[in-house]
């Protein structure tokens, strides 16, 4: 099935998933760091994923890997 087919709430778990495994390669132990990240939905009800609260080391560490990154030339584009 490709990602297309799924329906919002199975394309939410989906993403969840991806964004876990992103972190864990990035260096993050996402048990730890964040313990939270799970399929959710948002304020409206919509399907989304729900991040939790970090520790501001955590944070800290996303920022500077996003900013290195940033910095190496790597973009993605958002729409």
């Known amino acids: 099935?490709?990602?297309d087919d799924l329906n919002?709430?199975?394309a939410s778990h989906l993403i969840?998933?991806?964004?876990?495994?992103?972190?864990?390669?990035?260096?993050?132990?996402?048990?730890?760091?964040?313990?939270?990240?799970r399929q959710g939905w948002d304020v409206s009800g919509a399907p989304g994923v729900r991040i939790g609260s970090v520790t501001s080391e955590v944070a800290a560490d996303l920022a500077a890997l996003l900013?290195?990154?940033?910095?190496?030339?790597v973009t993605l584009p958002l729409a």
């Not at 495994?21 to 990240?37: K, M, S, Y």
């Open 16 to 37: 969840a998933d991806r964004l876990a495994i992103a972190l864990e390669d990035a260096g993050f132990n996402v048990g730890t760091a964040f313990p939270e990240l």
């Open 8 to 10: 919002p709430t199975e």
């Open 1 to 3: 099935m490709a990602d």
């Open 67 to 73: 900013f290195r990154a940033t910095n190496a030339g």
